[in-house]
């Protein structure tokens, strides 16, 4: 295995960081006064927009897609230490047209869509004219288990006809949010379980379907928006149909894949800035006469913090390679092990940057807060953490069985 980054990956690199320390952490300050001036907590900010064009002339845009006619033709190794770098600020991605939920639409668009759906949707996604949304999740089923999912998809004639209810749908608070990939049941009585899902397109417009509201996140509805849908005789044509149908399930995993990738990645960035903001502020301030810097338990933070977040980048990097040499199937416990690995330390190492940061890290005015938050989202994002320990330990146990 070699994770050396590179020639093409390093220049990538350096344009990336260049642009983050002279354009995002800035703004950072004027993207929350543009929310709040709004008067709209799901505003899309004019900064973003204005970041946007500067992003697309340095050459820094739809890094994520490996296929060349759409993106920058990187494969998961190398776009991994990117998405690392976007990780730091949780509105970076956007900047570089390489946030979720569209980043996982528009890969399923550019491997399963028709070229009339790519005309539609694709292209104005690629150019970062629109935003999307991916609606799996359902209030009433234990949707971690994706067979549960209960949405009826009806074939009428031409049309089908939708009904049910989805919810935590990031994104769909949006204004710019003008499509949703929706996933349900065309085939209910199918006895494969896995193949009784399609996945529809469906405009966020379309009569009957309805954004009910956005779900708050520990208080806060937050800027992308978490919503509930509602489906009421929704009908689009057949030919919205995204692959085949009963193909659904199948779409969903080749979806999740590389957007696990791209999450742990980020969870890397946002752990490392942590960090570094851990160790700067331990050497400013100065409690009962000496720097926290000289405390033995701060010390014992930084460097288990240290440790877990190289271990994480490396597993995570192990993960990506295998995906690309070895393909989805054989990475799979791999896979597991960075979804499992990638929230705890996320989430371990802004915590103890909270507690360094004392009253200040709970505020808005640094940006661990809303890191932590993120992170404690991801422990159920894609799967909470203990489905993929279930996945991963009857893989482990099952190659001992196989042994006897």
């Excluded at 085939?187 to 494969?192: I, K, Q, R, T």
């Excluded at 379980?193 to 397109?201: A, D, G, K, T, Y």
């Excluded at 509201?213 to 929704?234: K, M, Q, S, W």
């Excluded at 070895?326 to 190492?349: F, N, Y």
Aim: net charge neutral.
């Amino acid at each position: 295995m070699d994770f050396g980054y590179s020639e093409k990956v390093n220049a990538l690199r350096e344009k990336l960081v260049e642009f983050m320390d002279r354009y995002i952490y800035p703004n950072e300050v004027i993207y929350k006064k543009q929310i709040e001036a709004s008067g709209n907590l799901h505003h899309h900010t004019e900064i973003v927009d204005e970041l946007k064009d500067k992003a697309r002339e340095a050459g820094l845009w739809n890094l994520f897609l490996p296929d060349k006619q759409y993106g920058a033709g990187l494969s998961n190794l190398e776009y991994a230490p990117l998405a690392e770098i976007m990780g730091r600020c949780l509105w970076a991605s956007e900047v570089f047209n390489c946030a979720a939920p569209d980043t996982g639409n528009m890969e399923i668009l550019a491997q399963f869509g028709t070229a009339e759906q790519k005309k539609q949707w694709l292209e104005p996604l690629l150019k970062g004219e629109i935003r999307s949304a991916f609606a799996m999740t359902e209030p009433d089923v234990a949707s971690s288990d994706a067979t549960n999912i209960q949405m009826s998809i009806r074939r009428e004639g031409d049309e089908y006809v939708i009904n049910g209810r989805k919810w935590f749908i990031s994104g769909a608070a949006r204004a710019r949010c003008k499509i949703t990939i929706t996933m349900g049941k065309t085939d209910p009585e199918n006895p494969d379980s896995h193949r009784q899902q399609s996945m529809v397109l469906v405009p966020l417009d379309t009569p009957g379907l309805t954004v009910k509201r956005a779900i708050p996140v520990f208080g806060h509805p937050g800027n992308e928006g978490h919503c509930e849908l509602t489906y009421e005789d929704v009908r689009v044509p057949v030919s919205n149909l995204l692959g085949e149908e009963g193909g659904g399930f199948a779409i969903a995993q080749a979806r999740l894949g590389p957007g696990r990738i791209h999450h742990c990645m980020r969870s890397v960035g946002a752990a490392q800035r942590a960090l570094e903001m851990m160790c700067q502020r331990a050497v400013q301030r100065k409690p009962f006469g000496k720097p926290l810097s000289e405390q033995g338990v701060i010390q014992q933070w930084i460097a288990d913090s240290r440790v877990e977040i190289e271990m994480l980048r490396l597993l995570t990097l192990q993960a990506a390679w295998k995906m690309d040499t070895l393909g989805k199937k054989a990475a799979r416990d791999d896979i597991a092990m960075i979804k499992i690995a990638a929230p705890e330390v996320h989430t371990t190492v802004l915590n103890r940057a909270i507690q360094l940061f004392g009253a200040a890290g709970v505020s808005d005015d640094f940006p661990l807060a809303e890191q932590w938050v993120y992170g404690r989202t991801l422990h159920l994002a894609d799967g909470p953490d203990e489905v993929h320990k279930r996945s991963l330990a009857r893989a482990e146990i099952k190659r001992w069985t196989q042994a006897v």
